[in-house]
């Protein structure tokens, strides 16, 4: 069974720091890997997608890694604005058309 | 193109009330999952469906719950004889084909509330 783990829980920076979020996953035999973004009390918003043969992918200011060999991806993103204040969460899909999903980093990104 | 769109986006049921979530893929996308997010917890799993099929419903608790995708209209999430520990966001996805690189997307959630 896919465990996915997000750390930290939750991060607090001043605007204009660079922000790292960690997913770890038990399975990497994976067929890919989403970030999502997800405000209170709304949807989830896809930000970036890995593919299992791809080591990073890039959007503006987000980068997001990929290390299937050691189950962990990062997503970075620059310069952090307020507007990024969110929960981000990873999922990761094996073989099948299932995501597994992990708890999710709450950012609050300090004016 | 319109993205995946549920409703209602709220509902509030009494406890033994039936519960109906509706779920409209993306224009062109056959392939419908839905999750569920309780308070404090990761999306789960519950069900996947291709037009008039029920192909995985491993997630979805054994009673009570149930999922359809008709040939025509949208797919329906049912849950009867609702109780409190059914409170919950459930978001529902789609996506056009189930290959390697292909990316779901998702709608803005039904928030379920049980009084």
């Known amino acids: 069974k896919q465990e996915v783990t997000q750390i930290p829980a939750a991060l607090s920076v001043p605007e204009g720091e660079n922000l790292v979020l960690n997913c770890s996953f038990t399975?990497?035999?994976?067929?890919?890997l989403q970030w999502f973004r997800q405000d209170p009390g709304k949807g989830l918003t896809s930000l970036l997608l890995?593919?299992?043969?791809?080591r990073e992918q890039t959007s503006g200011r987000l980068n997001a890694s990929l290390d299937k060999s050691s189950g962990r991806s990062t997503l970075y993103i620059a310069a952090s604005q307020p507007g990024d204040s969110a929960t981000y969460l990873c999922a990761v899909r094996k073989g099948d058309y299932k995501l597994s999903f992990g708890a999710g980093t709450t950012v609050t990104v300090r004016a | 193109n319109a993205g995946v769109m549920q409703n209602p986006r709220h509902l509030v049921r009494r406890r033994g009330q039936e519960a109906r979530l509706r779920c409209s893929p993306m224009?062109?996308?056959?392939?419908v999952y839905w999750y569920r997010q309780l308070p404090e917890e990761g999306l789960k799993f519950m069900v996947y469906l291709q037009k008039e099929n029920i192909i995985d419903e491993s997630g979805m608790p054994k009673e009570r719950f149930s999922a359809e995708f008709p040939k025509e209209g949208p797919s329906i999430l049912r849950i009867q004889q609702v109780v409190r520990g059914d409170s919950a966001a459930y978001f529902c996805?789609?996506?056009?084909?189930?290959?390697?690189?292909?990316?779901?997307?998702f709608g803005q959630g039904t928030r379920l509330t049980v009084v």
């Open positions: 399975d990497s035999a994976i067929y890919n």
């Open positions: 890995i593919q299992s043969s791809q």
């Open positions: 224009k062109g996308h056959s392939h």
């Open positions: 996805a789609s996506s056009p084909s189930t290959g390697e690189n292909t990316e779901a997307f």
